[in-house]
């Protein structure tokens, strides 16, 4: 929530007519087609991407066998649409197809790199491990219901985002029963 208070907060339009022919404004942004809006959404990406991964390798780091599959699988998951969107969201903004793929791994790759980090480091912080763990999850259940849950219930998209996240919610529950 401060970081919130302190940092700029802009929301994307949801323009659907984005003209991106050749020559279009959107087309002449520069050899990555990269805008303002394009590197600010990268940059958050990239900075959420650096958290999962450490919380990754220190999962695995954990005395906790199971813990790191779970981890893993779970995010793992969720950065398949993740990724898509990222993607998605770049096109839309006017970069090319292959360099928006490109970012969209690049921003994944950011994940595995903070995995081993995670991994390398857990000795020294076994013991602040479930504090971090619980802050993560606690900033994401923030972000959830303050952004994603209101940006997903529009345009009629109500029935569908909610079932998605039952579904989600369930996933994860039958995963740590599973694997735990």
Known sequence: ???????????PSHDSDLDLSPGSAAARRGWLGMDRSSM???TAMAL??????????????????QLGP?????IGLQN???????????????????YAV?????????????ALVGVSFVAAIETVVPYGLAFAAGAMLFV???????????????????FS????????????HSLG
């Open 165 to 176: 996240f039952i579904i989600g919610l369930l996933t994860m529950i039958a995963m740590t």
């Open 80 to 98: 398949i649409p993740e990724g898509f969107l990222t993607a998605l969201f770049l096109i839309t903004q006017g970069m090319r197809r292959g």
């Open 48 to 65: 959420h991407n650096l958290p999962e991964g450490l919380s990754v390798g220190v999962s695995y780091g954990s005395s906790e066998a």
């Open 1 to 11: 929530m401060l970081l919130e208070l302190i940092l700029p907060h802009t929301d």
């Open 40 to 42: 600010l959404f990268l």
């Open 102 to 114: 490109l970012m969209a791994i690049g921003t994944g790759v950011l994940e595995l790199i903070a």
């Open 144 to 162: 959830v219901y303050k952004e994603l849950i209101p940006e997903s219930h529009g345009d009629g998209n109500e029935r569908v985002a909610t």
């Open 70 to 74: 779970i981890v893993a699988i779970s």
